[in-house]
């Protein structure tokens, strides 16, 4: 059974900041998406990675894939405060359609 | 239309009650889902459809609950003889097919009093 385990679940940052959201996962995978929520409101795709090596950027956001390792990363530069959310990471099975999430984290960034 | 709609938004129902949810996908998605996402937890995989066949019932707790999406369009997501345990936010998400981007919907938030 695929698992999805996201850390750490709370972050509270400074401003200007590097901080890193690690994202592991417990069988092989097709896809693995980040999503970002805020408050009250639906989740709203961030990235999408399909293979091995796999790096996206936007902003001030850049995922990474790491397949053997089962493992992606989503890494934050020079925090801002409008980054304050919720993200959650989602995988889906080799061959599955459903989305698997993790626990989420809860970032918090603090002027 | 312009994203996944669903309704209602809120819904206050008595124990015992059945409800029915609905989602609206956005037009020309083949795909759609239903999840159910706890207070402070990620979202929970119920059930999904391709066009009006239910692929993956696996996720439903037991059998009160059902859904269904007759005609490949508008879904409905059916909880029978609700229990206080059934409260969360119902999420309805849908994509233009398989192995595509899902685009999820506001949610309904279901409380059983």
């Known amino acids: 059974e695929l698992k999805v385990e996201q850390n750490p679940l709370f972050l509270s940052m400074q401003e200007g900041k590097n901080y890193t959201i690690y994202c592991n996962y417990s069988?092989?995978?097709?896809?693995l998406y980040w999503y970002r929520q805020d408050p009250g409101k639906s989740l709203e795709s961030l990235f999408v990675?399909?293979?091995?090596?796999a790096v996206k950027q936007e902003g001030r956001l850049m995922a990474s894939l790491d397949t053997k390792a089962r493992l992606s990363t989503l890494h934050i530069t020079a925090a801002v405060h409008d980054l304050s959310a919720t993200y959650f990471c989602?995988?889906?099975?080799?061959?599955?359609?459903?989305?698997?999430f993790g626990q989420g984290t809860r970032l918090t960034i603090n002027p | 239309g312009a994203g996944v709609s669903q309704s209602p938004r809120y819904k206050v129902t008595k124990r015992g009650q059945d409800v029915a949810l609905r989602c609206d996908p956005i037009?020309?998605?083949?795909?759609l889902y239903w999840y159910r996402q706890a207070l402070g937890q990620g979202p929970e995989f119920l059930t999904y459809?391709?066009?009006?066949?239910?692929?993956?019932k696996s996720g439903l707790p037991n059998d009160r609950f059902s859904a269904e999406r007759p005609e490949g369009s508008i879904s409905t997501l059916t909880i029978q003889r609700t229990e206080q345990r059934d409260s969360a936010m119902y999420r309805c998400?849908?994509?233009?097919?398989?192995?595509?981007?899902?685009?999820f919907g506001q949610g309904t938030r279901l409380t059983v009093v």
């Open positions: 459809f391709n066009y009006e066949a239910q692929q993956d």
């Open positions: 998400a849908s994509s233009l097919e398989q192995n595509t981007e899902a685009f």
């Open positions: 989602a995988v889906i099975g080799k061959g599955a359609q459903k989305l698997v």
């Open positions: 037009s020309g998605h083949v795909s």
């Open positions: 990675l399909l293979s091995n090596g």
């Open positions: 069988t092989t995978s097709d896809r």
